[in-house]
């Protein structure tokens, strides 16, 4: 007889990968959790344990609702919820091999979270992806999941590769004896058709996999450029690198802005709880979030990390109508460099930058040309006021909330703040409007691809601008020279700093992006920052 081991079926299979300093199996499991510990059959020659944990038995709750309108009894089985583990040291690494809820005993901490990625990035037939999950960052964090009808590549699902980041992905491997289907996030799911008894053979070829770095060939090497710090030791290190910094006052790339969008014209302030301000009070509201006051106001022995976790920062309207946008945590916007690597903290989550990334980023937006403008100061924090008393200058014509619609676009938008005698499309936002920025420079680059490419787009702002500047500036009928026109990005900030040192590293990468974009559309592009008193 052929042993049951021997015979080949298709199995799912769930894998995580314990950290290289868990040494023991009793180190994967959770202290409190309730399970036994059962050797494996010396015949096997495997270096492991099964884990395993008495069943429970639950009536689904939804049964009462059925009981309660029904004329006569109904049998309704309980659910079972079964919980396995398979631990298995292959090469020194411990493999957990997770079964029914087994998951929920390991040590979130000690799991290796890049493996399932990475190994399938490594195994993966980059002709036949069947979904990617990716973070874009923009003004927010936005996740995604991009599926498609059939098997194909990468290109199909639309990925920017310098600003978003993979969370996970599924399709098919190249070869098929080491799995039919594969996905990968921090564990590994493999469907195969094997033999039980080949199974440490093919967890041997896992582990090859995640320590290969064939990925970056296979067209995923931009994976490395932003990723998620999903370790948790790693974040407590970076919290308190955090708080050391803060303490020290040390505040020249951490500071605070709301992280959602807001009306900002239609914004009196805001205002952080924990400063014994009166909430209530439209005059506690300031319209710059200055971290220094802020944190002046921490007691000397207090709990730093719980204290901005705990704090709110709330917003209040032209109506005095009060908001709250989340913790001061969440927040914080802060760039950091940690054991020679940078990190960004963004909407309460942490990212570790790639350094060659890193630098090239930096690199090219100190390479933006500067603007010529000598814009003057700015006294008044709010936009729409410098934008105004800007235009009253000879050469400037104002053009800041005045919306023009777009040839079979979905909505109106924007073309400028401000457009001059020398043809330059002028855009200004507050430093401190970090969660706009984004927006910001996407909105130059849009607008200019219209003012090019859209007829009516030209004739509604040659309507708005011919006043100020006469009827000859541009004729709105003839498709411009793009090299005639320039894309000035105008940013007020209280800091005397290049525009790569002063704004968030999310920011510089969307400012590149729109940069690379002008220049692919031969139009000029220039950075000016506008100093704010």
Same mark, same amino acid.
């Given at each position: 007889?052929?042993?049951?081991?021997?015979?080949?079926?298709?199995?799912?299979?769930?894998?995580?990968?314990?950290?290289?300093?868990?040494?023991?199996?009793?180190?994967?499991?959770?202290?409190?959790?309730?399970?036994?510990? #059962?050797?494996?059959?010396?015949?096997?020659?495997?270096?492991?344990?099964?884990? @395993?944990?008495?069943?429970?038995?639950?009536?689904?709750?939804?049964?009462?609702?059925?009981?309660?309108?029904? %004329?006569?009894?109904?049998?309704?089985?309980?659910?079972?919820?079964?919980?396995?583990?398979?631990?298995?040291? #292959?090469?020194?690494? #411990?493999?957990? $091999?997770?079964?029914?809820?087994?998951?929920?005993?390991?040590?979130?901490?000690?799991?290796?979270?890049?493996?399932?990625?990475?190994?399938?990035?490594?195994?993966?037939?980059?002709?036949?992806?069947?979904?990617?999950?990716?973070?874009?960052?923009?003004?927010?964090?936005?996740?995604?999941?991009?599926?498609?009808?059939?098997?194909?590549?990468?290109?199909?699902? %639309?990925?920017?590769?310098?600003?978003?980041?993979?969370?996970?992905?599924?399709?098919?491997?190249?070869?098929?004896?080491?799995?039919?289907?594969?996905?990968?996030?921090? =564990?590994?799911?493999?469907? #195969?058709?094997?033999?039980?008894?080949?199974?440490?053979?093919?967890?041997?070829?896992?582990?090859?996999?995640?320590?290969?770095?064939?990925?970056?060939?296979?067209?995923?090497?931009?994976?490395?450029?932003?990723?998620?710090?999903?370790?948790?030791?790693?974040?407590?290190?970076?919290?308190?690198?955090?708080?050391?910094?803060?303490?020290?006052?040390?505040?020249?790339?951490?500071?605070?802005?709301?992280?959602?969008?807001?009306?900002?014209?239609?914004?009196?302030?805001?205002?952080?709880?924990?400063?014994?301000?009166?909430?209530?009070?439209? @005059?506690?509201?300031?319209?710059?979030?200055?971290?220094?006051?802020?944190?002046?106001?921490?007691?000397?022995?207090?709990?730093? $990390?719980?204290?901005?976790?705990?704090?709110?920062?709330?917003?209040?309207? $032209?109506?005095?109508?009060?908001?709250?946008?989340?913790?001061?945590?969440?927040?914080?916007?802060?760039?950091?460099?940690?054991?020679?690597?940078?990190?960004?903290?963004?909407?309460?989550?942490?990212?570790?930058?790639?350094?060659?990334?890193?630098?090239?980023?930096?690199? &090219?937006?100190?390479?933006?040309?500067?603007?010529?403008?000598?814009?003057?100061?700015?006294?008044?924090?709010?936009?729409?006021?410098?934008?105004?008393?800007?235009?009253?200058?000879?050469?400037?014509?104002?053009?800041?909330?005045? $919306?023009?619609?777009?040839?079979?676009?979905?909505?109106?938008?924007?073309?400028?703040?401000?457009?001059?005698?020398?043809?330059? &499309? /002028?855009?200004?936002?507050?430093?401190?409007?970090?969660?706009?920025?984004?927006?910001?420079?996407?909105?130059?680059? @849009?607008?200019?691809?219209?003012?090019?490419?859209?007829?009516?787009?030209?004739?509604?702002?040659?309507?708005?601008?011919?006043?100020?500047?006469?009827?000859?500036?541009?004729?709105?009928? /003839?498709?411009?020279?793009?090299?005639?026109?320039?894309?000035?990005?105008?940013?007020?900030?209280?800091?005397?700093?290049?525009?790569?040192?002063?704004?968030?590293? &999310?920011?510089?990468?969307?400012?590149?992006?729109? @940069?690379?974009?002008?220049?692919?559309?031969?139009?000029? =592009?220039?950075?000016?920052?506008?100093?704010?008193?």
């Amino acid at each position: 007889d052929v042993c049951s081991s021997d015979l080949e079926k298709t199995y799912t299979l769930t894998v995580f990968l314990m950290k290289d300093y868990v040494k023991y199996f009793e180190n994967c499991i959770k202290k409190e959790a309730q399970v036994e510990f #059962i050797e494996l059959k010396k015949d096997l020659d495997l270096d492991g344990k099964v884990v @395993v944990s008495d069943c429970s038995v639950n009536k689904p709750k939804w049964t009462e609702i059925i009981e309660y309108f029904s %004329d006569k009894d109904i049998e309704i089985d309980c659910n079972v919820s079964n919980k396995a583990l398979l631990l298995l040291r #292959i090469n020194g690494r #411990i493999f957990a $091999l997770t079964f029914g809820y087994g998951c929920s005993f390991l040590i979130d901490e000690n799991i290796e979270k890049d493996f399932g990625l990475k190994t399938a990035l490594n195994l993966i037939d980059t002709n036949k992806i069947k979904s990617i999950n990716s973070a874009t960052i923009e003004d927010l964090v936005v996740y995604t999941q991009k599926q498609s009808g059939f098997a194909t590549e990468q290109s199909s699902f %639309d990925i920017n590769t310098i600003n978003d980041i993979m969370t996970s992905v599924t399709g098919t491997t190249k070869n098929d004896s080491l799995a039919i289907r594969i996905s990968g996030k921090d =564990s590994l799911l493999v469907t #195969i058709k094997m033999s039980i008894s080949e199974l440490k053979e093919k967890l041997c070829c896992y582990l090859d996999a995640y320590k290969s770095n064939y990925y970056k060939k296979n067209g995923f090497d931009w994976i490395d450029n932003i990723r998620e710090v999903r370790d948790k030791n790693l974040k407590e290190n970076l919290e308190n690198e955090l708080i050391r910094l803060i303490k020290k006052k040390e505040l020249n790339n951490i500071y605070i802005s709301p992280s959602e969008n807001i009306d900002w014209m239609d914004s009196i302030g805001f205002v952080l709880t924990g400063m014994n301000k009166k909430k209530d009070d439209s @005059v506690s509201y300031e319209y710059e979030i200055d971290i220094e006051k802020y944190i002046s106001c921490f007691k000397e022995n207090c709990d730093y $990390l719980s204290k901005l976790k705990r704090d709110k920062l709330k917003r209040i309207d $032209l109506n005095e109508n009060e908001q709250e946008l989340g913790s001061v945590y969440n927040s914080i916007i802060a760039n950091i460099r940690f054991e020679n690597n940078a990190f960004v903290l963004n909407d309460g989550i942490w990212y570790k930058i790639d350094s060659s990334f890193y630098d090239s980023v930096i690199g &090219f937006v100190s390479k933006i040309p500067k603007s010529s403008l000598n814009l003057p100061v700015c006294k008044d924090t709010k936009e729409g006021v410098y934008n105004s008393n800007l235009s009253k200058e000879k050469g400037f014509a104002l053009v800041d909330k005045k $919306l023009t619609s777009v040839e079979g676009g979905h909505k109106s938008i924007e073309p400028c703040d401000l457009f001059t005698k020398n043809k330059q &499309f /002028i855009h200004v936002k507050n430093r401190h409007a970090s969660a706009q920025l984004s927006h910001l420079f996407a909105q130059g680059r @849009v607008s200019a691809q219209c003012f090019i490419e859209d007829e009516k787009f030209r004739h509604q702002l040659y309507e708005i601008v011919k006043k100020k500047l006469g009827n000859d500036i541009f004729d709105y009928k /003839i498709k411009p020279n793009p090299q005639e026109y320039e894309v000035v990005y105008a940013i007020i900030s209280k800091y005397n700093k290049p525009v790569e040192e002063d704004l968030p590293f &999310f920011s510089l990468v969307n400012l590149m992006l729109a @940069v690379k974009e002008l220049n692919r559309m031969n139009i000029k =592009s220039s950075v000016v920052m506008i100093k704010k008193e």
